[in-house]
Nanobody, 116 residues
Framework: RVQLVESGGGPVRPGGSLTLSCSGN???????MGWFRQVPGKEREGVAS?????ATKYADSVKGRFTIFKNTLQMNGLKPEDTAMYYC?????????????????WGQGTQVTVSS
């Protein structure tokens, strides 16, 4: 079974940048990749997704600031409200989607903390 591992999280100041990486599903066809985040007291939120043909989908809260590639999530202009545990995920299917139930494989998470 696919095993995903996230890396690249850490503490950053507002306005800073981070690149998160997700390893474990680089050579599979017909898989979509996605990033989700969760903070205490709030539901899990789909952040970004990319399909096997390169189509992407973003949450409104991160459009223009985050960019997803097959193996990485580039985060720019970080805000305190971006603070969360970030999870990468992979699922069978060719389309980008922010719906968590369409993902079968999940990483353990990497913490992103944005504070001054």
């Amino acid at each position: 079974r696919v095993q995903l591992v996230e890396s690249g999280g850490g503490p950053v100041r507002p306005g800073g940048s981070l690149t998160l990486s997700c390893s474990g599903n680089e050579y599979r066809y017909f898989y979509h990749m996605g990033w989700f985040r969760q903070v205490p007291g709030k539901e899990r939120e789909g952040v970004a997704s990319i399909g096997d043909h390169g189509a992407t989908k973003y949450a409104d809260s991160v459009k223009g600031r985050f960019t997803i590639f097959k193996n990485t999530l580039q985060m720019n202009g970080l805000k305190p409200e971006d603070t969360a545990m970030y999870y990468c995920a992979a699922g069978v299917g060719s389309h980008a989607t922010l719906e968590g139930h369409e993902y079968q494989h999940w990483g353990q998470g990497t913490q992103v903390t944005v504070s001054s």
